[in-house]
């Protein structure tokens, strides 16, 4: 086996896995919070990358884009936590999931609706070329835009990291997700903190989505990456920030080397539900994930 | 006055036991059968037989099995058209292969083959639950999509993948026309719709609303995790793969894997939650929601568009449909999140009472 060849795909594999990580963070922050498996994850990357390209189409300042489309999210966060999330509080975990199904609908038919169905590229500024120091010394391709996006994703749970751990707002979240009833009970205002929770998840939708956006060009197919976090939700745990990431590794690097060392042998196009079948694999020995809660269960 | 149970006493346990204990609800049931079988095919036009009402028979049929699944047996799954896409190639298979085979028998071999698959896939359910569960059955959805389309032996190695059912031919006769296509879909809806209420409220019914309710505690009293998980898998991927070999043969006319996306599910799933979790009649009454809320819109759109005196762009159209699917579905969950079935139970509580509600 060429090792600089497994070496090249591998870091490839494990960049591509940063991508998925950036989707399913998004999931897990709502999950924590609010015990909502959101769907609508995909919908709102989707939304966020197309509201920002347009803007920026228009004529708008790139960091005014950025803060354009920031607030068209936070009012996205409080319109979803005022007239979905209020009036279901209480249903089961199943209802609230068919709504973020229905909230999917209702985004993507708004974005095309506002902004034209038609695909744009976004320009970050940062080619999608091999890095040409590695190129020439080590001998193996690695994109600078993948490097890129990992230094965004990994600036992003470290911002993330110090708002969870040392800010009111942040302790109040964790207070919420640990448990509501108790939350309540001193006095953490609920609604407040998920609309926070769904702005925050929007915000790391924008980030998710000008990355995307950047890498395949913003369009409708935006919206299946949300597909794509799914097997990295379940391989990291519902519950966990660091499970999202390590998961996104695991799967990105796992597909890549499948398709290209599987690949040929079965045909190609591994990579639609490889990734299930491991994580799949995977819950069989650890049911709840790799850093999910241990659910105790009582008759 | 009218729907009331006053004064039909029963004398001997069968007559205790039977499905409708309420003769009222007897001759509604006699009534819909009479409606269904001989009036809509009198009456109906092509269209409406061959483009709503056998496609909702047919998902009536799928939402059925889902909702054995998920309704009564308390397991999430997203990979209902997997499935149905089993049921579909299958069926295709053995009337390629086995062309002296009865279309009925292979249509059940091909469920049959569907249940085998549910029971592999099911096989996760004994480890993960809830939303693990879910996506877990995602795995199965890709990967029998994209099994259909690498492996030539499905699809008898077609070129494009897209294949053209064979005739439907029952005992000489050759199923072509709408009408007939509706009337076989819906003696087999009928006869399997039979079947699950009364597999429902039998012992295995019981087993499976026992391991919903609390798995934990089902197993405490004896009940087999196992056996009765995989059961539900079993019967309901059946049911699915019956749909999906109707859905290929009486409605689409071809059998493709594309057919079979997520969306399916999706759908599917949304039929299950709107009409009822746990209900048979609101499998049905879902269907009918979902297969007639587009075409509902679609015709409402037009007399608004005319009244306002504006043309609206195609695209601009596809995606207000795409919104107001959305929201109805919310609005739905939000005002009655147990479903039709669940109004439609309220609806008859009320008509016990009147026209003397105290």
Not at chain 1, 141 to 167: E, H, K, P, R, Y
Not at chain 2, 38 to 63: E, K, R
Not at chain 2, 74 to 80: A, E, M, P, V
Not at chain 2, 148 to 166: D, M, P, Y
Request: net charge neutral.
């Amino acid at each position: 086996m060429n090792w600089q060849f497994f070496l090249e795909v591998l870091v490839g594999g494990l960049l591509a896995g940063v991508m998925y990580s950036l989707v399913a963070l998004g999931f897990v922050l709502i999950y924590k919070a609010s015990g909502v498996f959101n769907f609508a994850q995909g919908a709102m990357v989707f939304f966020a990358a197309l509201t920002f390209v347009s803007l920026v189409e228009r004529g708008m300042n790139f960091w005014v884009a950025i803060l354009a489309t920031l607030a068209v999210m936070v009012v996205l966060g409080i319109a979803i936590e005022r007239l979905i999330l209020r009036p279901l509080v209480n249903q089961p975990q199943i209802t609230l999931f068919m709504a973020t199904i229905g909230l999917t609908f209702v985004l993507e038919g708004l974005s095309q609706l506002f902004w034209g169905a038609q695909p744009h590229g976004l320009e970050l500024g940062i080619p999608d070329e091999p890095m040409q120091w590695l190129s020439e010394n080590v001998g193996i391709n690695i994109s600078q835009f993948d490097v890129f996006a990992a230094v965004v994703a990994g600036i992003l749970v470290a911002v993330l990291a110090v708002f969870f751990q040392t800010t009111r707002i942040g302790r109040a979240l964790r207070a919420v997700a640990d448990d509501h009833q108790a939350a309540l009970a001193v006095g953490i205002p609920l609604r407040q903190i998920w609309a926070i929770v769904w702005t925050v998840a929007g915000f790391v939708a924008l980030v998710a989505g000008l990355m995307w956006g950047a890498r395949n060009g913003v369009q409708y197919a935006l919206t299946f990456i949300a597909l794509k976090a799914l097997p990295v939700l379940i391989l990291g745990g519902f519950e966990s920030v660091a499970g999202a990431i390590v998961g996104g590794l695991i799967i990105g690097a796992s597909e890549k080397l499948a398709e290209v060392y599987l690949g040929p042998y079965v045909g190609g196009g591994l990579e639609s539900w490889f990734p299930y079948v491991l994580a799949l694999a995977f819950l069989l020995v650890r049911p709840e994930g790799l850093f999910g809660e241990k659910r105790i269960e009582r008759v | 006055m009218i729907y009331r149970e006053a004064g039909q006493f029963k004398t001997t346990y069968p007559a205790d036991q039977q499905v409708f204990p309420i003769r009222q609800d007897r001759i509604a049931v006699a009534m819909l059968l009479v409606v269904a079988f001989i009036v809509v095919p009198l009456v109906a036009n092509q269209y409406w037989l061959s483009a709503i009402l056998t496609p909702f028979l047919i998902l009536a049929l799928a939402t059925l099995g889902l909702n054995i699944l998920t309704g009564y047996a308390g397991q999430l799954s997203l990979g209902t058209a997997a499935f149905m896409a089993v049921g579909a190639f299958m069926a295709y298979n053995f009337e390629l292969r086995m062309p002296w085979l009865p279309t009925l028998v292979s249509f059940a071999l091909a469920g049959v083959c569907a249940a085998a698959v549910g029971i592999v896939f099911g096989l996760p359910s004994l480890r993960i639950k809830g939303f693990y569960l879910a996506v877990a059955t995602l795995a199965c959805q890709f990967f029998v999509l994209w099994a259909l389309q690498r492996i030539g032996w499905f699809t008898n190695h077609s070129a494009s993948g897209v294949i053209t059912a064979q005739k439907v031919v029952i005992l000489g006769y050759t199923f072509s026309t709408p009408v007939d296509k509706y009337m076989l879909t819906l003696c087999v809806v009928a006869v399997l719709a039979v079947l699950a209420k009364n597999m429902l409220r039998s012992e295995t019914g019981r087993k499976f609303m026992a391991v919903r309710d609390m798995d934990l505690a089902a197993e405490v009293i004896g009940i087999r995790m196992m056996q009765t998980k995989l059961l539900a898998f079993a019967i309901s991927s059946f049911y699915c793969g019956v749909a999906g070999a109707l859905y290929a043969y009486t409605y689409l006319g071809t059998v493709e894997p594309e057919a079979f996306n997520l969306d399916l599910s999706f759908r599917i799933l949304f039929m299950v939650i709107i009409g009822g979790v746990g209900s048979i009649l609101g499998s049905f009454m879902g269907a009918a929601f979902i297969v007639l809320l587009p075409i509902l819109l679609n015709t409402v759109a037009g007399p608004i568009e005319h009244l306002l005196g504006l043309t609206l762009p195609a695209g601009l159209m596809s995606n207000l449909e795409l919104i107001v699917f959305g929201a109805l579905i919310i609005f739905f969950l939000i005002v009655e999140p147990h479903g039709l079935a669940r109004l439609w139970q309220i609806g008859k509580e009320k008509l016990r009472l009147w026209p003397f509600p105290h």
